[in-house]
């Protein structure tokens, strides 16, 4: 069931605008949280934001009411972040090899080490579990995202792509696969054996502007870094790698993309 009302959609494709305007509303921050997922990057993040709210008003009037409403939403969102050129050209096309190197370059010793309870540890934390994604194949990072980190049904993920559910699951399968073993042998959270420390990687990250001097907005909302790394240490291997990327909290967004794309949007012809 949608937690939408139906009367809203129906008005809001019928041309009301205060109805549009809820819906919207309803709808931006999902759109915001799985970009920010697929993008790593908030700045691309509300900029695709903004193209796919348009989108969603725009194909309204093809909403049929066969799936939720929410689903149908994820399946415009997901279609442009797959397909859309400027987000095909802002991919890095990193590896998982690459994305390593860069790591574990500069690491601090432990006398050089950021301060145990610097507020930034959590910025980077966030900043580098939402990267390392992107050392994905995009199919594979939208099912692990859909599936692991929104923890979508996924039943209703594969729907959101278009794919029979025994494919979803090979897709998510085969990706989480990449993303726990790479966690495991990388990152110091999951694996206290592991050469990467957020006290170790801090200090380059914010020399090369990585990470800045302040938490973003994005931020707010988001787990303690020690609450967030006691989790992880109590929790299984390949649970403590989904715990560490669905710990990014709400992803809080940055502006009101509603009043934005409402205002570049003629309402009456949507």
Same mark, same amino acid.
């Given at each position: ?34 970009? +920010? ?15 796919? $709210?348009?989108?969603?008003? +725009? ?118 696969? $990449? ?24 200090? +380059? ?42 710990? +990014? ?22």
């Amino acid at each position: 069931m949608s937690t939408i009302p139906d009367i809203v959609i129906q008005q809001a494709k019928d041309g009301d605008a205060a109805a549009l305007e809820t819906l919207v509303r309803a709808i931006q921050g999902t759109v915001y949280r799985l970009s +920010t997922r697929m993008l790593a990057d908030p700045l691309a993040a509300e900029d695709a934001t903004q193209e796919i $709210l348009i989108r969603i008003i +725009t194909k309204l009037s093809t909403f049929a009411g066969e799936s939720r409403f929410e689903t149908w939403a994820y399946r415009v969102a997901t279609n442009y972040l797959l397909t859309a050129r400027k987000v095909i050209a802002r991919d890095p096309g990193l590896s998982f090899r690459m994305f390593s190197d860069d790591l574990l370059t500069g690491l601090a010793d432990d006398q050089n080490a950021a301060p145990e309870d610097h507020v930034m540890l959590n910025e980077l934390r966030v900043r580098c579990t939402m990267a390392m994604l992107l050392c994905l194949d995009r199919n594979y990072r939208v099912a692990y995202v859909l599936g692991d980190v929104l923890e979508l049904d996924q039943s209703e993920a594969a729907e959101i792509l278009d794919i029979s559910a025994a494919n979803f699951r090979q897709r998510l399968s085969r990706a989480r696969k $990449l993303v726990v073993d790479f966690t495991s042998r990388t990152c110091g959270l999951a694996n206290h054996a592991a050469p990467c420390a957020c006290v170790k990687r801090l200090p +380059t990250a914010m020399a090369q502007g990585r990470v800045g001097d302040a938490p973003s907005v994005m931020m707010q909302g988001a787990p303690p870094f020690d609450e967030v790394r006691n989790r992880a240490a109590q929790l299984a291997q390949d649970l403590r790698v989904a715990k560490l990327q669905r710990a +990014t909290g709400p992803l809080a967004l940055q502006s009101d993309f509603a009043l934005a794309v409402l205002r570049l949007v003629d309402v009456s012809n949507a």
